[in-house]
């Protein structure tokens, strides 16, 4: 999602520009992991504020100034006489979920930021890496005001809220087992800027949605938006590679009607003069007379414009697209030497190929070669100066953004309307539904006979057991099915990673909770050498296990995960131990 400038007051969301497939569904998950832009140093201080713990040490950081350092390839924290070095140290919140623990960290991108949660620090390619794992809630405080602005109307506030917090969790279900973090805190994702109580309504907005995630067919979606879609929303089939049902074209005027939606414009006009030509961007008008010469073939007057037409859906075989590739043009023009024999010219030029919206001729707009802007087309208009107005043809830019889901600039516009966010999710992502996503206190409980339910997981799980058998062993007042990571129905043999999925409430309410099968750290529902790769990893900080997957990691059921660990799992592998999936 690319960031806004404060000019703008606005952030273009979720620019997306790696060839990957959308992911079609995810499992919830609670937690998030930020790694944060905090630059190439080898070392830093901050002071943390409330109550940490550094979890290597089992002791209190108090309140005073910390230097964190890298020691080759390991990180160092010196509290009191004492010096901490490991492959990585993490700072743990007392009151995780609140907000009275941060710390204030200096960040490459957008200064000194709170960070609320718990703070892990390591070393990767020579640089302190800092990742910050806090409640989705909470990162969601530092996302909305960002994505949008505080500024904005609490529906449109609210709409951004749920669609960020899809973003996420797809985020986290795609990379939860791979590696060390979910998300960044850029434009590459989304913009989070840690915790700031003076965003009072993006934090309402965030409270107020709490939990709710759009659901397709049962499924969790990835809630793409973008800052504006330039009058027409868009397909994924026209951005990625295949098509999800539930973003389609539709008309957006609200996107339009926003006075703040970027947009580029180039006059052509009816009749060509001395003063009309001065109204036209320089280039385009010596493009256009460069093909009216050659269609000719002499050269002519411009006398006046019979026809723009725009043309050619960039996109293949779908001609409801209106991000035009060309722009035909009709004009009525006569010989030089011979101006009584006029007659009509026609030609095609790209529009890639003209270069307009400068600052003189766009009535304010940015320039086009400031922005990147992705929707062609050709209008009906009149040009208006302070004396007259003239009438013509615009050539028109627009589409911050790749257009795909929730536009933000409509939103905000639809939100003045008076539309509330329901109504404005409905409209973007199409025949989806608004779920609220449970806890394990709040949701139905889920009884279970051969193995165990847990607020964390569900455990003692044999290597080997089918959804179906898994299933068969559970109850509950809501309806059970089992999920794979990322999200779709599964029925056969369970991993790590996997989720029972409890939906009640009539079907508007769901709640996920992990599987663990103890040893099968990599989530491919086996139990080998690939395990004790992503354990080594692990303890050599390469790549940080969470969730469902550190927890299968303690394979000696000792609530520590460490080399003792790695023995017994090394031993099974050998055939010489054996790793019990009782807790």
Not at 16 to 42: T, Y
Not at 90 to 104: E, F, R
Not at 138 to 153: A, D, K, R, T
Not at 521 to 535: P, Y
């Amino acid at each position: 999602m690319q960031k806004i400038t404060k000019a703008l007051a606005f952030a273009l969301a979720l620019t997306l520009i790696m060839a990957m497939l959308p992911a079609f569904a995810a499992v919830f998950h609670s937690d998030v992991r930020v790694k944060l832009s905090i630059g190439s140093g080898r070392s830093f201080t901050f002071t943390p504020v409330g109550e940490y713990t550094l979890k290597e040490a089992g002791s209190s950081v108090g309140t005073d100034e910390l230097t964190v350092e890298a020691v080759g390839s390991r990180v160092s924290i010196k509290l009191g006489d004492k010096a901490y070095t490991g492959h990585s140290l993490t700072l743990v919140s007392k009151n995780y979920g609140q907000t009275t623990d941060y710390i204030k960290l200096k960040n490459a991108e957008y200064g000194t930021c709170t960070y609320l949660g718990n703070m892990t620090f390591d070393v990767y390619e020579g640089s302190i890496r800092a990742i910050n794992t806090l409640p989705i809630e909470q990162y969601l405080y530092g996302v909305v005001p960002h994505e949008m602005s505080n500024s904005f109307p609490v529906e449109a506030l609210k709409s951004q809220a749920v669609c960020a917090r899809g973003y996420a969790v797809a985020r986290c279900s795609r990379y939860a087992a791979s590696r060390s973090y979910d998300l960044v805190d850029t434009s590459k994702d989304q913009v989070y800027r840690g915790y700031a109580s003076k965003n009072t309504r993006a934090i309402a907005a965030v409270d107020a949605t709490k939990g709710q995630v759009l659901v397709y067919d049962g499924d969790i979606i990835e809630a793409f938006y973008s800052a504006s879609n330039g009058g027409q929303t868009e397909r994924t089939g026209n951005v990625w590679d295949n098509d999800l049902p539930y973003y389609t074209h539709a008309d957006d005027v609200y996107d339009l009607l926003n006075k703040s939606s970027l947009e580029e414009k180039s006059f052509i006009p009816d009749t060509y003069d001395e003063i009309t030509e001065k109204l036209m961007d320089s280039s385009v008008l010596v493009a256009i007379k460069k093909a009216a010469y050659a269609a000719a073939g002499q050269e002519v007057e411009l006398l006046s414009t019979v026809k723009v037409l725009a043309k050619d859906p960039n996109a293949e075989n779908d001609p409801e697209q209106r991000c035009y590739t060309n722009v035909e043009l009709t004009l009525m023009v006569a010989p030089r030497d011979n101006p009584e024999q006029a007659g009509q010219v026609t030609f095609t030029l790209p529009f890639e190929e003209l270069s307009f919206g400068s600052y003189e001729n766009t009535l304010g707009q940015i320039g086009a070669k400031k922005r990147n802007l992705r929707m062609y087309g050709a209008e009906r208009g009149e040009y208006r100066t302070a004396e007259k107005e003239y009438s013509g043809w615009f050539l028109t830019q627009r589409r911050y953004g790749h257009g795909v889901g929730l536009s933000q600039r409509s939103a905000q516009e639809r939100a003045r309307a008076g539309q509330k966010y329901e109504d404005i999710l409905a409209f973007y992502y199409k025949d989806t539904v608004l779920y609220t996503v449970g806890t394990y206190d709040t949701a139905p409980r889920i009884k279970a006979s051969g193995c165990k339910v847990h607020s964390w997981g569900i455990s003692e799980i044999k290597p080997g057991t089918t959804a179906e058998k898994l299933l068969g062993k559970l109850e509950s007042e809501g309806s059970l099915t089992v999920i794979d990571k990322k999200g779709a129905q599964k029925t056969d043999t369970l991993c790590t990673g996997d989720s029972v999925r409890n939906t009640y409430n009539d079907g508007f309410a769901m709640f996920d909770l992990p599987i663990i099968i103890y040893g099968d750290i990599d989530g491919s529902g086996k139990i080998d050498k690939d395990d004790i790769t992503a354990l080594q990893k692990h303890l050599v900080r390469s790549s940080i296990l969470g969730g469902p997957y550190l927890r299968a990691a303690d394979v000696n059921h000792d609530e520590t995960v460490d080399i003792m660990d790695m023995i017994r799992l090394i031993q099974y592998v050998s055939d010489d131990a054996k790793i019990t999936q009782e807790d």
